[in-house]
């Protein structure tokens, strides 16, 4: 298959690797020179390491499936297009847009956004009934799922199509039958986001992040992980979410955002990332575990009544997008939060 990344950045260049790895043609566009050297170093880099640890043979013959390029109608033979660039709408809109008077009428456009709506996006696309999400996590070569989006105008054929594409690349894919906000991990994280961040009246940070790690077994903390993914993003994504109707209020993301604590890109958010990962305890005082998940349980439990994704596929998808040792329903059934 012949197949157009467009982007060469963290995700861009990880989704254009692993199709490579399965055998697919790729085109690598990104606007930006240095992005698309620094995105095919990054795709080597990782190809040796996959070698090195016995899960390809031949990092020559992958490599040589990817084609750099620098201007985008050299896509034009493409039979399927995904954009990874950055979160935003107007930049995400004007490259559907150029794409779409570029390839064939019939060729798949997908988005891997985390959280913008797909068929607010589709207007900007010719033909919307084959667009989609396909929505990989990071780091696309490491990470099963795949979120596979079907927005308001997306034929039933295109989304199915979307989720043979996403089994074809080993990957697992989970069906979002409905275009909502934040779609499944992220609409349940951020129902955890906000709940940790009303928690801060009266516990600390590292109260908080200690239930998350010692208790819960979440790999990160909840602050820890908004550091680490990043204070502005997350501040950005809360604001485009709200003005979509998703209420996501925390105040100390807006205060670390507007003093410039940025998390572990600039050393200093919720924690001081300065000499490192910070060294989170366990302490005696902290929220009790349905203080933070009640409203997390809550938006799983309408993902499913709402027909978005079935209890099976929202609980998978927890385990494999948060690397959760429990799904958010496991969560529910032990601690009887209904």
Same mark, same amino acid.
């Given at each position: 298959? /012949?197949? +157009?990344?467009?982007?060469?950045?963290?995700?861009?260049?990880?989704?254009?690797?692993?199709?490579?790895?399965?055998?697919? =043609?790729?085109?690598?566009?990104?606007?930006?020179?240095e992005a698309l050297k620094k995105g095919l170093n990054s795709i080597l880099w990782s190809?040796?390491?996959?070698?090195? /640890?016995? /899960?390809?043979?031949?990092?020559?013959?992958?490599?040589?499936?990817?084609?750099?390029?620098?201007?985008?109608?050299?896509?034009?033979?493409?039979?399927?297009?995904?954009? +990874?660039?950055?979160?935003?709408?107007?930049?995400?809109?004007?490259?559907?847009?150029?794409?779409?008077?570029?390839?064939?009428?019939?060729?798949?456009?997908?988005?891997?956004?985390? =959280?913008?709506?797909? =068929?607010?996006? +589709?207007?900007?696309?010719?033909? @919307?009934?084959?667009?989609?999400?396909?929505?990989?996590?990071?780091?696309? #070569?490491?990470?099963?799922?795949?979120?596979?989006?079907?927005?308001?105008?997306?034929?039933?054929?295109?989304?199915?199509?979307?989720?043979?594409?996403?089994?074809?690349?080993?990957?697992?894919?989970? @069906?979002?039958? /409905?275009? #909502?906000?934040?779609?499944? #991990?992220?609409?349940?994280? !951020?129902?955890?986001?906000?709940?940790?961040?009303?928690?801060?009246?009266?516990?600390?940070?590292?109260?908080?992040?200690?239930?998350?790690?010692?208790?819960?077994e979440f790999p990160m903390g909840v602050f820890e992980l908004l550091d680490y993914t990043?204070?502005?993003?997350?501040?950005?994504? =809360?604001?485009?979410?709200?003005?979509?109707? !998703?209420?996501?209020?925390?105040?100390?993301?807006?205060?670390?955002?507007?003093?410039?604590?940025?998390?572990?890109? #600039?050393?200093?958010?919720?924690?001081?990332?300065?000499?490192?990962?910070?060294?989170?305890?366990?302490?005696?005082?902290?929220?009790?575990?349905?203080?933070?998940?009640?409203? +997390?349980?809550?938006?799983?439990?309408?993902?499913?009544?709402?027909?978005?994704?079935?209890?099976?596929?929202?609980?998978?998808?927890?385990?494999?997008?948060?690397?959760?040792?429990?799904?958010?329903?496991?969560?529910?059934?032990?601690?009887?939060?209904?």
């Open positions: 298959m /012949k197949i +157009a990344v467009i982007g060469a950045g963290v995700m861009g260049h990880g989704i254009a690797e692993v199709f490579a790895i399965y055998g697919n =043609s790729i085109y690598l566009y990104d606007k930006y020179p190809l040796q390491k996959l070698k090195e /640890k016995g /899960k390809i043979e031949d990092v020559d013959k992958i490599y040589s499936r990817i084609f750099p390029i620098n201007d985008l109608q050299d896509i034009e033979d493409s039979e399927l297009v995904i954009e +990874a660039v950055p979160e935003n709408f107007d930049l995400k809109s004007s490259i559907f847009k150029e794409v779409s008077g570029i390839v064939s009428k019939d060729t798949l456009i997908a988005t891997n956004t985390s =959280s913008l709506p797909i =068929s607010e996006l +589709a207007k900007n696309v010719v033909n @919307p009934s084959r667009f989609l999400g396909l929505h990989f996590f990071n780091p696309p #070569v490491l990470m099963k799922l795949v979120e596979v989006i079907k927005g308001n105008e997306t034929d039933t054929s295109v989304f199915n199509e979307g989720i043979e594409i996403v089994k074809r690349i080993e990957k697992i894919p989970i @069906p979002v039958r /409905k275009d #909502v906000i934040g779609f499944v #991990v992220n609409r349940i994280l !951020f129902r955890v986001f906000t709940s940790a961040c009303r928690l801060l009246n009266k516990y600390t940070v590292e109260e908080i992040d200690s239930l998350a790690k010692y208790v819960l990043g204070i502005d993003t997350n501040y950005l994504i =809360s604001n485009e979410v709200k003005k979509r109707g !998703f209420d996501f209020t925390c105040n100390k993301l807006k205060e670390l955002y507007e003093k410039g604590f940025y998390g572990t890109k #600039v050393g200093k958010g919720f924690y001081d990332w300065s000499k490192g990962r910070p060294n989170i305890t366990k302490t005696e005082k902290m929220p009790s575990p349905e203080q933070l998940l009640k409203d +997390a349980i809550n938006e799983a439990i309408w993902l499913v009544e709402n027909g978005v994704s079935t209890e099976d596929e929202v609980n998978l998808a927890t385990k494999l997008g948060l690397g959760w040792k429990k799904g958010i329903f496991d969560y529910a059934r032990e601690l009887s939060i209904k």
